[in-house]
């Protein structure tokens, strides 16, 4: 052994019982709340050999700790849902560009942050949820989001409040597409159809329409699976069964879709095995698991949803960037303020 060789192993021997021993490992902050995603997170480690920790937390509390943390940050992935939050964090300077040409080339342009500093690992689209019983078929025949703002909803749509991010990313859609002037019309219009005062999350507005205190509601298309499945009890399953889908926009641009999706944090000290995550989270294994437990639409056109949600159909997505929900999103947070959306 020559003197070069006997070095190495020395300062592995040494790392080894000093417990410094380089830990092949991936740090994952999260804000997703799916019992499923640990399963994905072992599969992971399985495959690679990658150990997974997770730190989760809510955006707000995730980035705080970020800041605390500085560059000495052991964080090497964000992951969340709703492309608003992620842009949030690059707008904080918290993410990094992503290089995996892989990742680029599964991703379309459209589902990716500016800088490619995040991509979705799932789409989900905001639509509107109707009862047969109540809404006519011509009434509800080739409807846009615009059309909500129509006079004949009067007192009828029940949508959650300005405050939650899926809401302020289909503003800023709107925004991006409509320009904002527009989109203020449209949103004073909106909001004076309301049946209520926006109150609950998403499953409240389509058990508010099954019940019949509504009779149309905007919500994620996932909710539905998610009740249909009997994941939410029997009552949600029940209420579901009543409702049917309008896919919206489906002469022009498309319906509004979102995402969840993940980025690379700036000092990730595991960089390589954070880009393998997001590549994992993209391979077809990883994407079926998705689209069968959070009843999400995949990224991989190869893999088909759910088949509670593949039974709404197919329809156009909206193209419009995922970017732009960042971009517009102070925008769309005052906009819906003015036009007195709670
Ligand atoms: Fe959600």
Known sequence: MNKFKILISTILFLMVITGCAPVNEVNIYTSRHYDADDILYAEFTKKTGIKVNIISGSGGALMERLKSEGSNSPGDVFFTVDAGNLANFQKGGYLQSIKSQTIKNL?????????????????????????????????????????????????????????????????ASLISNLGEANTEIWAKEFVSNFARTPQGN?????????????DIAVANTYYIGIMLSGKGGEEQKIAASKLKI?????????????????????????RENAEKFLEFLLSEEAQKHIVNNTFEYPVLDSIDPHPLIAEFGTFNMDKTSVSDFGKYNPSAVKLMDRAGWK
């Open 246 to 270: 309008a896919f919206p926009n489906q002469e022009n641009r498309g319906a509004h879709v979102n995402i969840s999706g993940g980025g690379i944090l700036k000092h990730s000290p595991n």
């Open 202 to 214: 998403d499953r409240s507005q389509l058990m508010a329409v099954a019940n019949g205190l509504a």
């Open 107 to 171: 991703v379309p342009k459209e589902l990716r942050g500016e800088n490619d500093e995040w991509v979705a690992v799932a789409k989900r689209a905001r639509v509107i949820f109707y009862n047969p019983e109540s809404v006519s078929d011509e009434e509800i025949k080739n409807i846009s989001y615009e059309d909500l703002a129509n006079s004949n909803w009067k007192n009828r749509v029940v949508i959650r409040s300005s405050s939650n991010m899926y809401n302020q990313s289909l503003v």
